[in-house]
């Protein structure tokens, strides 16, 4: 999961996954803001399930045997775990059931009676809930920020990026964790994968990784050295940003998730006939930045600073306004 979310990956090209009890695997769709117990959420559930075996069947003709067709969410998780046939058609299934909820989220966000201060405000409270309770359980945080990107940054930031869409705006919301040592990253990353969003909703070829040489650094640990073996591509490569602007000796792990939100029952009652098809969960990006001290140090100094940045980001803008100018391809991500 920590692989995904370093290197911006995709779980969509996963070949299996890992979950070794029901627990595990109940704990994973709360985190979706669903509850298996609540009658509701269950037929949700099972009507996606449903959805994602049509769709595989009507377009691929995957054969896919009753008993996994006829299997509960929590048993999918669980055989797509496991080894053969049937594991890879419940991967197959998981896949599809991933992108119809995905689908069903962005839908429902559409139809909300809801501005985007208030959606914004939904994902803060729980952000700040989580990390409440990390920081009254003792993890190691020195600073937490959050917020919401004002709109002269938004304005200077599209300004400079060659496709100018509030589209290609990931920031809106952001909130930055800095820990007391580097080891305290990736302890504090899986802390957020299982409380705040799922790793399967981290977003592809969003993520900066400029402080972890990842096999390097699991070999180094006893904790982590006996995974390096079932992961035998498991990079010992940074991830950097491809941020014109940011400077190389910025050190960050950086990435962007869409947390999942539950729909207040208020908001439910007063969107179109017919939602409450589409689930009561909606899906916010965020982008997060986490750092150790040492690091948030070095990076205050000289042309890393966020001074620096924003000085080399307005002198493009001003040279474009005024005289326009080549971009690079490629998105740029902030800093």
């Not at 080894?83 to 962005?106: E, F, P, S, Y």
């Not at 602007?245 to 960050?252: E, K, L, Q, S």
Request: glycine share 6%; aromatic share 8%; with cysteine.
């Amino acid at each position: 999961m920590l692989r995904l979310v370093l290197r911006g990956g995709s779980v969509i090209d996963w070949p299996r996954l890992d979950f070794a009890s029901e627990e595990d695997v109940r704990r994973f769709i709360h985190n979706h803001e669903l509850d298996p117990d609540d009658p509701g959420d269950r037929s949700f559930i099972e009507h996606i399930q449903a959805d994602a075996v049509d769709y595989l069947r009507r377009n691929f003709g995957f054969a896919i045997p009753k008993p996994i067709e006829r299997a509960s969410l929590e048993q999918l998780l669980l055989l797509a775990s496991g080894r053969g046939h049937r594991q890879m058609c419940a991967c197959r299934i998981l896949k599809t059931v991933h992108i119809i909820n995905h689908m069903a989220g962005r839908e429902l966000l559409f139809r909300l009676p809801f501005s985007d201060r208030d959606l914004f405000h939904l994902v803060e409270e729980k952000v700040y809930r989580v990390i409440g309770a990390m920081l009254s359980e003792g993890f190691p945080i020195t600073e937490f920020v959050g917020g919401r990107k004002n709109l002269d940054s938004t304005y200077t930031k599209l300004l400079s990026k060659a496709e100018a869409s509030a589209l290609a705006i990931y920031d809106k919301l952001r909130f930055r964790i800095v820990t007391r040592s580097r080891d305290d990253i990736l302890p504090i990353l899986l802390y957020l994968t299982e409380r705040l969003f799922p790793f399967n909703y981290a977003i592809p070829r969003q993520a900066t990784n400029t402080i972890f040489h990842l096999r390097s650094y699991c070999e180094a640990h006893p904790a982590l050295c006996q995974l390096v073996g079932s992961l035998s591509d498991l990079e010992d490569t940074l991830t950097p940003t491809d941020n014109r602007f940011t400077a190389p000796a910025y050190r960050v792990i950086q990435f962007v998730a869409e947390v999942p939100v539950r729909v207040p029952a208020h908001a439910m009652e007063a969107a179109p006939a017919g939602s409450d098809a589409l689930g009561p969960v909606v899906y916010l990006l965020c982008e997060f930045q986490l750092l150790d001290a040492e690091s948030e140090a070095a990076n205050e100094a000289g042309e890393a600073s966020h001074e620096a940045y924003k000085r080399r980001q307005r002198e493009a803008v001003s040279r474009r306004l005024r005289l326009g100018s080549r971009h690079p391809r490629g998105p740029a991500r902030g800093h």
